[in-house]
């Protein structure tokens, strides 16, 4: 795996070397301190390592998740089909829970009604499906093959996240425009031929992580590329999308709303990087 990411940017004319990510907003300190010059990360990490300081000198320069990935996971053989089907039936989890948060943010994004909460914490709620004591878990929809081994029973994720970006590269502010470029290239091709061929260093990925079998990692692609590859250009990002993800972020998790061109470069946005490619100033 990371000699394949390591020639892709190669190929961009860029020596690139691989670290340990870090958890949760720290990986975002880490580009803004010094310590990394970029990450891949969450919308939600960003908006959240933000919150909590005055100003982040790194921000998104790509997009890769152009919907948000949150979903009820069901047993398979629920009568809930769709998100409109979610409604009064049983969810694992509380509001305090970020993503039973998440979930209820998307069914309201698409006008559904919410289910009706048991408080089941996040570890235990897979058991809890599996005894029929809930309907659905709030999780991702690339984590189905995780819920259905601990739940011991063919599960199946009803989508409901909203059409706000999700996930994305940060880049520091230090780094030039020409290099930030070059990265953002580097990224569009991993994931071009990821989707060509799923299992490019699926070894590699396998062995770093023994408890993920090599179809669970492949069906876990599946899902998640739902939400990367949508029409819309890879990596795209534009100013209103981004302002339509903030609002829908920060009412989700209660946070201020910041300016949207604190956590983006606006050179990197779609009209603003045609116009610098083509010199055309207007």
Not at 143 to 161: F, H, M, S, W, Y
Not at 268 to 277: E, I, K, P, V, Y
Request: proline share 7%.
């Amino acid at each position: 795996m990371a000699g394949v990411a390591k020639g892709l940017f190669a190929s961009q004319d860029l020596s690139v070397s691989l670290l340990e990510p870090e958890g949760g907003p720290d990986n975002i300190r880490r580009v803004a301190e010094g310590g990394a010059d970029a990450c891949l990360t969450s919308v939600n990490h960003y908006v959240n390592a933000h919150h909590g300081s005055a100003s982040l000198p790194a921000r998104f320069v790509a997009v890769v998740s152009q919907r948000h990935p949150i979903a009820a996971l069901v047993r398979s053989d629920s009568p809930a089909n769709v998100p409109a089907d979610l409604s009064g039936l049983r969810l694992a989890g509380s509001r305090r829970d970020t993503l039973t948060r998440e979930l209820l943010a998307g069914l309201s994004y698409l006008g559904v009604p919410p289910p009706t909460l048991v408080d089941v914490p996040y570890a235990e709620a897979p058991a809890a499906l599996g005894k029929g004591t809930v309907d659905a878990v709030a999780d991702y929809a690339d984590l189905v093959p995780r819920v259905r081994r601990q739940c011991g029973l063919e599960v199946r994720a009803i989508r409901a996240g909203a059409a706000v970006y999700a996930t994305g590269l940060v880049a520091a502010d230090r780094l030039e425009d020409e290099v930030v470029a070059a990265l953002r290239a580097g990224l569009v091709e991993a994931l071009e031929q990821q989707r060509a061929n799923p299992s490019l260093a699926l070894d590699d990925l396998v062995a770093r992580y023994p408890g993920v079998s090599r179809a669970e990692a492949l069906e876990g692609w599946a899902y998640a590329e739902k939400c990367i590859f949508t029409g819309a250009p890879l990596g795209e990002m534009t100013a209103h999308r981004w302002q339509q993800t903030l609002e829908h972020v920060t009412c989700t998790h209660g946070w201020p709303v910041p300016a949207a061109e604190e956590l983006y470069r606006p050179a990197f946005c779609t009209g603003a990087l045609a116009r610098s490619l083509t010199g055309d100033p207007a």
